[in-house]
């Protein structure tokens, strides 16, 4: 009996269980599903196929805040402060994701230690889930894209993506989010140093952390500072020129306006359609990314071009061969 | 005899006619191996890499200078007195190459209109040519690559390549030259309306125009402004902190500022080394771009995808499909 019960336990839950436990909000069958989702074993990835389809017609319906800063400005306890007051003061339900390109080489992960988030991931209606792992960008988010959806169909309201600012993370995570939110520790001088460039050009929305005690008066002069230089750029085409607010994780400053700005953002968005036509965009790009990197990952396996990539890649540096050459030559092994 | 001349005139020269006659820098040979080049005949682009492969040794010794700025940023006539400055006071050889990704659409193309440099071609030492037309960017992209090894064998030691700052050309076109130079016409308030987001960041200079008459005041504002803006950024990977300089091409205002400028660049960056590295980056992208770009035209140009892939739009558009499962499905036509 006992031998039954314990087979059972280990047996993998069907696509079926899995789709109704999701909808039903359980937890611990979320988890599973995604993990499903994350597994890179062929065999997987029908299954997780199969429960994506079902759970589509239940996703949508979450605002999807993608947030990212370079490690150091506080992301983390930011995540934990905000998560909390959003589900205690407005009720939502909170999914916590993660996109860390960095994770494959310091097998670390943002959102690993769970333990930072003490008090978050206390909460029952809180979700957090570290970053995937997996060979490519273009693989690991998709897996999260994926994700977002089975939280969704959960009944999660509010998804936040993490990413650290660093590599091409920001660009997938603006790719699947609604909202774009960087934050930014005031420092002395430099101040978006480890920040790529580019990436507050991409933002929606500003936060300085750490705006108390005796960081207070470096952070409001950050803050007008930056809110300055981003009245430089030109008018994105959401029609919603990003804010700047100081914050702290400590005195919860900021918090309420921080979710003030993202409401108002949604309001704006929604009424100008802007909201429903960047989603649709949204799902066209994952289709072509999808399609992109299965084809550059088919290519760069391939035995032949995996034998001639270096010597190519050699020949070109020293000047021997032309770089069109070269690739054309690669691109005859593949296609032989 | 008459007829013996024409038909001599018709034929087309071989390889090693365009190989030694672009050696000695003669412009119309030049122009005939670009010719060639950019040609989408298959029987040319096999006579178009060997031509490639004999100049690649005699290619590489000039400075690759990109200019964009957005249409009505002055750029034809800044290039023109910053070209016919550098022959006359700096004894330079100058080619003039552009990427145009809106040609295509308008049937125009920048540096198409030559008589709009009358002084600059009519230089001895001055090569204009205009945007060659391809069916992508990529393709453009890699045509004006190729250009520019045939240039630097003919001996141009200064070269200019004008793109436009929409859409993607900018980068690249940033891809493929040493410095990077951004015009900007002050304007009043909206400064950067017109320009990407994102190419600021991406630029290794910035000149202000038209900093002539009644217009001083406004641009010497936006010079500072500029300069300010710039200082948030990061710094670039190449050690060199880029610079604002106003000028005009009525007065010459600023010119010789500019080349001041892309001298200490290149002073710099051959000192500390990034020059050669950001070269041999440069040359391991165009064959990863190659390959890229080729793989991608051979999948879309498929006529089982050509037929489903609208159809594969809609039902993502209309979440009847999820956008993973409709590209495998797009994918397995493919392969089949």
Chains 1, 2 share one sequence.
Not at 127 to 150: D, N, W, Y
Not at 246 to 268: D, H, R, Y
Not at 289 to 307: E, G
């Amino acid at each position: 009996m006992e031998a039954v019960l314990a087979k059972r336990r280990r047996k993998e839950p069907s696509v079926d269980e899995l789709f109704k436990g999701i909808l039903k909000g359980d937890r611990s069958t979320l988890a599973k599903g995604i993990t499903l989702v994350e597994s890179n074993l062929p065999q997987h990835q029908n299954k997780a196929q199969e429960l994506i389809q079902k759970c589509l017609p239940y996703s949508g319906n979450s605002l999807r805040i993608g947030i990212t800063g370079s490690p150091g400005a506080g992301k983390s306890s930011f995540i934990e402060t905000f998560g909390v007051y959003l589900i205690e003061e407005h009720k939502k339900k909170l999914a916590v994701l993660a996109i860390d390109p960095t994770s494959q080489r310091t097998k670390g992960s943002i959102l690993g230690d769970k333990t930072r988030m003490n008090c978050l991931s206390a909460k029952d209606d809180a979700f957090i889930r570290p970053s995937p792992s997996g060979s490519s960008l273009g693989g690991v988010a998709q897996k999260t894209r994926e994700s977002i959806l089975l939280c969704e169909a959960a009944g999660y309201s509010t998804i936040l993506i993490e990413t650290v600012g660093v590599g091409q993370s920001e660009t997938a995570v603006h790719g699947m989010t609604d909202f774009f939110l960087l934050l930014m520790l005031a420092g002395a001088g430099d101040e978006l140093q480890g920040i790529k460039r580019g990436i507050m050009e991409m933002c929606d929305g500003m936060a300085i952390t750490k705006c108390d005690g005796q960081n207070i008066t470096k952070a409001l002069a950050a803050r007008s500072e930056y809110q300055n230089a981003l009245h430089l750029f030109p008018a994105a085409q959401s029609g919603w020129p990003p804010k700047v607010i100081a914050t702290s994780s400590v005195t919860k400053e900021g918090l309420p306006e921080v979710w003030q700005m993202i409401t108002e953002f949604e309001n704006t968005v929604k009424q100008n359609n802007w909201f429903y036509q960047n989603r649709k965009e949204q799902q066209k790009n994952w289709m072509e990314n999808t399609i992109h990197d299965s084809l550059m990952f088919n290519f760069y396996k391939h035995p032949d071009v995996q034998k001639e990539l270096p010597l190519a890649e050699q020949a070109v540096l020293e000047g021997k061969e032309s770089p069109f050459k070269a690739a054309n030559r690669l691109l005859s092994y593949f296609s032989r």
